[in-house]
Nanobody, 123 residues
Framework: VQLQAFGGGLVQAEGSLRLSCAASGRAFNVYVMGWFRQAPGKEREFVAAISWSGGRTNYADSVKGRFTISRDNAKNTVYLQMNSLKPEDTAVYYC?????????????????WGQGTQVTVSS
């Protein structure tokens, strides 16, 4: 599946952004979808993931209560609503698709990746 992430930008601390990831190619609704991020000089890290049905989600502790992942299978799109943003959320955000079958934080289980979208949070 081909993925394209967009919606990043520059926002002040405590602001909000919504990222979108549009999928094309194979059937979208069979994939677990995840969001990861990579800050400058740091390794890529898990942010959130959602099951194919949307019924199960998982979040990194650092974003729990602030970020919400959701999906619209009719639109082949997964979203990441980010509220109460902090400067430490600054990173390139990537969406990814996994056919592993269960919601996982393990990035090696995600085969297809989008190109990334930059999120910058100013203090």
């Amino acid at each position: 599946v081909q993925l394209q992430a967009f919606g990043g930008g520059l926002v002040q601390a405590e602001g909000s952004l919504r990222l979108s990831c549009a999928a094309s190619g194979r059937a979208f609704n069979v994939y677990v979808m995840g969001w990861f991020r990579q800050a400058p000089g740091k390794e890529r890290e898990f942010v959130a993931a959602i099951s194919w049905s949307g019924g199960r989600t998982n979040y990194a502790d650092s974003v729990k209560g602030r970020f919400t992942i959701s999906r619209d299978n009719a639109k082949n799109t997964v979203y990441l609503q980010m509220n109460s943003l902090k400067p430490e959320d600054t990173a390139v955000y990537y969406c990814a698709a996994s056919s592993y079958g269960v919601v996982t934080v393990d990035e090696t289980r995600y085969r297809d990746w989008g190109q990334g979208t930059q999120v910058t949070v100013s203090s």
